[in-house]
């Protein structure tokens, strides 16, 4: 009798130490999993930070610049395989891409980084990103965008984040109401919402004339000359 009860209870509190063993393994794996999580997602924002370097750091050549202050698609489809020239020579042996390169399609105008696989943050592969640009047509002349997507992993775990960059011309010039490389004349009841630049360089008289009856509401600026002598 006291055998069979002794017996009874050895039993019991093997299948609780079993549930307990069970339960602390599911812990484990759970918190591995939140893990995975927040570091895929830190992995594709990292990811979307080198994109974002890769986009400044970009210089368009000289053939993109033109006279019209809209872009075609032709040319929209130009800057996206510049652009490409311009990861490739930045990526150039980097050993971020641990030989995979950069993989340019130049029929769908997509940009893939690395060529397979992804940018290791950790050394021992646990945790890295990929990037993708993908050309997104605009309608006529306007809207083209360069969508970058950042895959960012982490065990079985992925995540994904993405930014569009406009392809459209540079606007600085759009900081003023008016700018002149002459001198400026305001008559007749004229009103300018804005800042006004002229580059005028002759010293003698005043880069801006205008009359009582005309007002700019912003700052006038002009570039200052220096004389020597």
Not at 2 to 29: E, P, Q, R, T
Not at 140 to 168: F, W
Not at 187 to 216: C, E, H, Q
């Amino acid at each position: 009798m006291f055998l069979k009860i002794a017996l009874f209870f050895i039993f019991l509190f093997a299948v609780i130490a079993l549930s307990f063993n069970s339960l602390s393994h599911m812990n484990a794996g759970i918190s591995q999993s939140y893990q995975n999580v927040a570091v895929s997602q830190t992995a594709a924002e990292s990811g979307l930070a080198f994109a974002d370097y890769l986009i400044s750091s970009y210089v368009p050549p000289a053939t993109a610049y033109t006279i019209t202050n809209t872009i075609s698609q032709t040319e929209a489809e130009d800057t996206v395989g510049s652009f490409a020239q311009h990861v490739q020579t930045v990526l150039y042996n980097s050993p971020a891409l641990a030989g995979q390169g950069v993989a340019y399609n130049s029929a769908n105008l997509t940009i893939q980084i690395p060529a397979s696989g992804s940018i290791a943050l950790a050394q021992d592969q646990s945790a890295g990103f990929s990037i993708r640009f993908e050309f997104i047509p605009g309608d006529a002349n306007y809207y083209h965008e360069l969508r970058a997507v950042c895959t960012g992993s982490a065990g079985d775990v992925q995540r994904a984040v993405q930014m569009s960059y406009p392809i459209k011309k540079d606007a600085s010039v759009l900081e003023y109401a008016i700018a002149s490389r002459g001198r400026i004349w305001m008559t007749g009841d004229t009103t300018i919402d804005g800042d006004v630049y002229s580059d005028w360089d002759n010293l003698a008289r005043s880069p801006f004339n205008m009359t009582s009856d005309s007002k700019v509401l912003g700052t006038h600026q002009y570039r200052v000359y220096q004389t020597t002598g």
